[in-house]
């Protein structure tokens, strides 16, 4: 079966510093990887996806995420958070098999608090 | 995401009732998805369709049942046998991305 392990609960990072979330997962194979942000009371939005060829992707809101093969990872990045990161982030993978049709499976989310 | 919208934004019910979790696309996709969402739990998947009349049980389907009868509508009824419901529900749609609904947020007094 497959999983997805976001190590981190709670990170708080200094507005203007850099971040990094951790997201390692389970799967035989190489799935479709996610990363979703979510704001309180609020649905899911996509911030980037990975299916196969360049491992660094770009997504939306400065985001960009690595997938590393070697590690079963891929970490979320930005160089510079925004008091308004301020959110839950999901790491989700999904069955390339079937493109991800049976459903996604997600980590626990990390919730990410912004210092002045 | 715009094109998916979820109804009623809150729902209070008592325990022992049925309740039933609209949430309509109008995105033209096949697949839709009934997600559940818990304090410190991230999402766990209910029931999925992939096509009208068709559906499948996820991984937390007990307590829960859907319909399909158009390609635009999916609602999940959340019946007396579901024994923790109060929940925050999300619906999504689309195969090889997913974009999810606003949520609703179900509690049971």
């Known amino acids: 079966a497959q999983s997805v392990t976001q190590p981190d609960i709670h990170i708080t990072v200094s507005e203007g510093a850099s971040l990094e979330l951790r997201c390692n997962y389970s799967?035989?194979?190489?799935?479709?990887l996610f990363w979703y942000v979510q704001s309180p009371g609020q649905g899911l939005q996509l911030l980037l996806k990975?299916?196969?060829?360049?491992?660094l992707v770009q997504g939306i809101k400065g985001f960009e995420a690595e997938f590393k093969r070697s590690q079963s990872s891929f970490n979320l990045r930005k160089p510079s958070v925004h008091w308004s990161d301020a959110a839950e982030y999901f790491c989700?993978?999904?069955?390339?098999?079937?493109?991800?049709?049976?459903?996604?499976?997600f980590g626990k989310g990390t919730h990410l608090i912004i210092q002045p | 995401d715009g094109g998916i919208t979820q109804s009623p934004k809150y729902l209070f019910r008592k325990e022992g009732q049925n309740v039933t979790l609209s949430c309509e696309q109008n995105?033209?996709?096949?697949?839709m998805y009934w997600y559940r969402q818990d304090p410190g739990q991230g999402l766990r998947l209910i029931y999925y369709?992939?096509?009208?009349?068709?559906?499948q049980k996820g991984d937390i389907a007990e307590g829960y049942s859907v319909s399909r009868e158009k390609k635009e509508s999916f609602p999940l009824t959340v019946t007396s046998a579901q024994k923790n419901p109060t929940a925050f529900y999300l619906c999504?749609?689309?195969?090889?991305?997913?974009?999810f609904g606003p949520g609703t947020r179900l509690t049971v007094l």
């Open positions: 799967y035989g194979a190489t799935p479709y």
């Open positions: 990975y299916f196969s060829g360049d491992t």
């Open positions: 989700a993978v999904g069955a390339p098999s079937r493109g991800g049709a049976d459903g996604l499976t």
């Open positions: 995105l033209n996709h096949d697949a």
């Open positions: 369709s992939q096509i009208v009349n068709d559906f």
């Open positions: 999504a749609t689309g195969i090889d991305t997913q974009y």
